[in-house]
């Protein structure tokens, strides 16, 4: 009984190497930031030129997983002292490093961040194509992107990894959350025109009182949402009892969203009270908000969304919603709006109003305020005093906070 023949063997010659792992995450993390990059190019490039960034949730997509990326790299050099860190710190810290040191830009040239987000995107991808042409000496591109030869043979070094864990732990985190909130300061400072201050003990409300030469009297009052009860009391009490107060917010008479927003649960998780269980404030209230149906159908639509997600939250169903892109017509639809629309209908309110009152209070959100206090001072009405008041605590304090004159 014969046996049959055996296979010939496969020559294993002919087979290409399997790349160990680092080797292979570094060219992932290479080929990731060159795609980013060339992807973020292609976006901003289209929204510049046609308004309408197409690509953005994919730009989107790739700089988060980069973002992750990078930080999973930063930390792999900690415990592997073989990365060549001139190469993959800049790959790692791009991303983090500019997307918080550009923040003071899109504040004061929020009308320019197309350009900003562009200029960003050409800087990585001339970033990866100059780190890749000095790890390979050429552009051209193939797999692995890292070539595992021009890895060192070193061993883990404690000095190595402390110094990651130094670095990490007491000089870039703390100076990322430092510069952040200063950023946030700045950016809430800037857009509120200083109605609304961030301080180290919280968030402050300034009231300002306007005054004419025929002694007619205007005071603006910063509100939000959510807030302290105390800093609802203490402004009603601040408001003359002869006053007529313009009320905020906007009427939907035909049902056009058939929803309404509920900031109960953000008030519960920080401790704080809604607006409209604690304001009550005394004089003649008169509702000086515009109805749903000026707004213009984009808008409307928007708003819904805008109320699913803030009655659902974050989750499978609205995630999809919360990333797709919004064109630039969008935003300056929903500016015309939110703000300026209901803006110019309140002026129209103050002014008919003024014919018959002395005194005229106005708490709206602070987001109005620049826009009212430019058109009452087109009325005539200039600044006489201002005062501070504490809307929520960054302490846990139950210490009252008082009113600060400035």
């Known amino acids: 009984m014969t046996s049959s023949p055996s296979p010939p063997p496969i020559p ?52 988060s997983i980069m973002l992750i990326t990078g930080v999973l790299c930063f930390g792999l050099m900690a415990f592997n002292p073989n990365i060549p860190k001139r190469f993959f710190l800049p790959i790692s810290l791009f991303i983090p490093v500019t997307s918080i040191g550009i923040l003071p830009l899109l504040v004061y040239f929020s009308d320019y961040t197309l350009i900003i987000e562009w200029v960003l995107s050409i800087a990585q991808l001339l970033l990866s194509v100059i780190i890749i042409y000095q790890i390979r000496g050429t552009i051209k591109l193939d797999w692995p992107i890292f070539p595992t030869r021009t890895l060192p043979n070193k061993n883990f070094s404690w000095k190595n990894f402390c110094g990651f864990f130094f670095v990490g732990l007491f000089l870039a985190l703390p100076s990322v959350i430092t510069y952040g909130a200063f ?8 857009f509120t025109g200083g109605f609304v201050l961030v301080k180290p003990s919280g968030i402050w409300m300034q009231m300002r009182s306007y005054v004419r030469d025929d002694g007619k009297k205007i005071i603006l009052m910063p509100m939000s949402h959510i807030g302290e009860t105390k800093f609802y009391h203490d402004i009603s009490a601040n408001f003359p009892l002869n006053s007529v107060i313009l009320m905020e917010g906007v009427s939907d008479k035909s049902k056009l969203t058939q929803t309404h927003s509920d900031y109960s649960k953000m008030a519960d998780i920080i401790g704080a009270v ?4 604690v304001f009550k404030p005394q004089g003649e209230i008169v509702a000086a908000d515009v109805d749903m149906s000026s707004f213009s159908p984009a808008t409307l639509e928007l708003l819904k969304t805008v109320m699913l997600i803030h009655s659902k939250g974050v989750n499978a169903e609205t995630m999809p919603i919360l990333l797709k892109p919004t ?9 015309e709006d939110i703000l300026i629309k209901r803006n110019h209908h309140l002026l129209e309110v103050i002014q008919e109003r003024l014919l018959t009152s002395d005194n005229i209070v106005v708490p709206w959100g602070a987001a ?8 009452i001072k087109k009325l005539g009405f200039c600044v006489i005093e201002k005062n501070e008041y504490m ?8 210490k009252d906070v008082s009113p600060q004159p400035n």
């Open 12 to 63: 294993t010659g002919d087979l290409p190497p399997k790349s160990p792992p680092l080797p292979s995450f570094l060219s992932f993390t290479l080929t990731l930031f060159l795609g980013s990059g060339f992807l973020s190019f292609v976006n901003d490039s289209l929204g510049l030129c046609f308004g309408k960034p197409y690509l953005a949730l994919y730009a989107a997509l790739a700089w």
């Open 391 to 398: 809307a929520l605590r960054f302490t846990l304090t139950n």
């Open 368 to 375: 109005h305020m620049p826009g009212i206090s430019s058109g």
């Open 274 to 277: 809604e607006q409209t269980e």
């Open 183 to 190: 950023s946030a300061k700045l950016a809430v400072e800037h």
């Open 327 to 335: 064109s630039p017509q969008l935003e300056k639809q929903l500016m």
